[in-house]
């Protein structure tokens, strides 16, 4: 707010910025600017980075859930603002549900892509129930709330990895209804159809009917 004379000589209170502050707990620029752009003229959506959060966030819990709790928990007390956070896994159904909320570091603690998605292909090469799932879960903490948003897409693991887009477990992911993988979509197209997206859109539903 800014204080400002009028004409007529009094003091009155000009609006400078009346959206409401959020943070997402990542720093992903491109997970911040898809949420950015879908609650634009509503939340000003911050990074971890811009509140002034360096530090690695905790993730030491065995569930989806868990994990994007524990995150937007981690922030909401430190830095004392509404907060989300998202964790997301790959659950394929021949593999009970693994790799899951291990996801990012399946093959060990390198994060590499190629060597997470050839432990999933090795682990399927004698299952014959290719079913699978990406779902992510979004944990949002305000102070008078916490809610947790769920988004899912089903599909099958292929049996080599095909295309060149995306990243982590997408050259190996068909999403039922198509016939090509998720690297092999453009980025828009993938989006369209996320499991992100479906549960962002949950997220910014709830904000809008909140706000
Ligand atoms: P995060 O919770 O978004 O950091 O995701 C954890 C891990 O799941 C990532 O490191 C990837 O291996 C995998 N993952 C998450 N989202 C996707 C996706 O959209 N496509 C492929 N892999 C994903």
Known sequence: MIKNRSARGHFFFEPTNLKKKICFATNNPNKLSEVQQMLEGEYEVLSLKSIGCEEELPENQETLEGNSLEKAQYVFDKYQISV????????????????????????????????????????LATQSDRAAKFRTIITLINSIETVQFEGTVEGTITETPSGEQGFGYDPIFIPVGFNETFAQMSCHEKNQISHRKRAVQKLVNFLKSDS
Do not use: C, I, Q, W
Request: without cysteine.
């Open 84 to 123: 989300f956070a998202d964790d997301t896994g790959l659950e394929v159904s021949g593999l009970n549900g693994r790799p899951g909320v291990y996801s990012a570091m399946y093959a060990g603690p390198h994060r590499s892509d190629e060597d997470n998605m050839s432990k999933v292909l090795d682990e």
